[in-house]
T-cell receptor, first 109, second 114 residues
């Protein structure tokens, strides 16, 4: 079993829909990261959080430490949101990032 | 700031050749990370440095891989000799510190070993 698991693996939505991507982890963490990888391959850090909720524009990230679960929400989705979204965790006592397999999101016009 | 800079962006080489990938982190960042991404294994951490010192190289696949950080503004990842299975995208990332700071990724180097 992977230490970080994401669901769904693939997600197709229509423009304007509300999108949720989930991330579960099985280890103690110091922080959880959400990354976005564009079709061209570039990786952008969206959020880093260790508790609660963060919001940036149409993106919202939440984390529940007790349940070892995080969600990434996209409101009013747009075709330009099409990308791979990757969840990664920094494990307590370590420094490396451990990555989920990613969620391929496609938003159709 | 220009962000993390990597060169070359694309590299095609023949099996057995030496390959050197280069990375310039964001000025002021103390931690630098080398990652590899393949379809089969996704993103993997190869090695990371803190204040120019290698901290964890357990992700380096084998002795053919080596990484150096001679100063705070430059790092190299070398593969010698290269093999077709080394074909991947190699990302460099930097952050202010190791654990609880956002990592900023470079554009990556796409390596193809024929």
């Amino acid at each position: 079993k992977n230490e970080v698991e994401q669901s769904p693996q693939n997600l197709t939505a229509q423009e304007g829909e509300f999108i949720t991507i989930n991330c579960s982890y099985s280890v103690g963490i110091s922080a959880l990261h959400w990354l976005q990888q564009h079709p061209g391959g570039g990786i952008v850090s969206l959020f880093m959080l260790s508790s609660g909720k963060k919001k940036h524009g149409r993106l919202i990230a939440t984390i529940n430490i007790q349940e070892k679960h995080s969600s990434l929400h996209i409101t009013a989705s747009h075709p330009r949101d099409s990308a791979v979204y990757i969840c990664a965790v920094s494990i307590v006592g370590g420094s490396r990032l451990t990555f989920g397999e990613g969620t391929q999101l496609t938003v159709n016009p | 700031d220009a962000g993390v800079i990597q060169s070359p962006r694309h590299e095609v080489t023949e099996m057995g050749q030496e390959v050197t990938l280069r990375c310039k982190p964001i000025s002021g960042h103390n931690s630098l990370f080398w990652y590899r991404q393949t379809m089969m294994r996704g993103l993997e951490l190869l090695i990371y440095f803190n204040n120019n010192v290698p901290i964890d190289d357990s992700g380096m696949p084998e002795d053919r891989f080596s990484a150096k950080m001679p100063n705070a503004s430059f790092s190299t990842l070398k593969i010698q000799p290269s093999e077709p299975r080394d074909s991947a995208v190699y990302f460099c990332a930097s952050s202010l510190a190791v654990q609880t700071y956002t990592q900023y990724f470079g554009p990556g180097t796409r390596l193809t070993v024929l």
